[in-house]
């Protein structure tokens, strides 16, 4: 497992869910400092109602 992964799942108290993703802030891939991360997550999926859009968003708000 990589680093930054092991460090943000610690700082989050969870694993990481399929399609987040860990971004570091300054562009250093090995600063691991957990001000340097953040957590990202793929779009919702295409095609969607705005409805449906907004409970996806509440759903992955209420992960982190």
Do not use: F
């Amino acid at each position: 497992m990589v680093e930054d992964v092991v460090v943000a799942e610690e700082m989050l108290g969870r694993h990481l869910t399929l399609g987040e993703l860990i971004h570091d802030r300054n562009g250093v891939k090995d600063d691991n400092q957990p001000e340097n991360m953040e957590l990202w997550t793929r779009p919702q999926p295409s095609r969607i109602r705005a409805s449906d859009a907004i409970e996806w968003a509440r759903a992955v708000l209420e992960l982190s």
